[in-house]
Nanobody, 129 residues
C-alpha cells in the first residue's frame, strides 16, 4: 500500500507562487507514477499534472502548462508541484495520487482518475484576485 500526505496549500494573491508537496509512505513509491489533481467547489476533480516513476515523462493540463512544474525525489518519497503565476481559477483542493506499475503493453491514460489507486486527503489552495 501507499499512503499519501499533501502539504503546502495556502492563501496567495494572484500572480504569486506556491509549492505543494506530497509525501508517500511505502518502499514501492519509486515504482509508481504520480499525479496531481484538483477539485474546485461544485466541480469535478480534474487532472493537473503527471510524472512517471523515473521522472522521465511528465504531462500537464493545458490550463497549467507553462506555469506549473511537477517533480519527484524517489530517495525522499516525495513529489512536488511548483505553481507559478497563480490565477483565481486555480483555487481548489489539490490531491496527489499514485498510479501503480502496469503490465507491458498497457499504456495508462494518466489524465484519468481511474488510473490511480491511492489518493491523499488534499490541501487547499486559494488564490485571491
Amino acid at each position: 500500500q501507499v499512503q499519501l500526505v499533501e502539504s503546502g496549500g495556502a492563501l496567495v494573491q494572484a500572480g504569486g507562487s506556491l509549492r505543494l508537496s506530497c509525501e508517500a509512505s511505502g518502499r514501492i513509491f519509486s515504482s509508481y507514477g504520480m499525479g496531481w489533481f484538483r477539485q474546485a467547489p461544485g466541480k469535478e476533480r480534474e487532472f493537473v499534472a503527471y510524472i512517471s516513476w523515473s521522472g522521465g515523462t511528465t504531462n500537464y493540463a493545458d490550463s497549467v502548462k507553462g506555469r506549473f512544474t511537477i517533480s519527484r525525489d524517489n530517495a525522499k518519497n516525495t513529489v512536488t508541484l511548483h505553481m507559478n503565476s497563480l490565477k483565481p481559477e486555480d483555487t481548489a483542493v489539490y490531491y496527489c495520487a499514485a498510479s501503480p506499475p502496469r503490465p507491458p503493453g498497457y499504456y495508462p491514460d494518466t489524465r484519468k482518475l481511474y488510473e490511480y489507486d491511492y489518493w491523499g486527503q488534499g490541501t487547499q489552495v486559494t488564490v485571491s484576485s
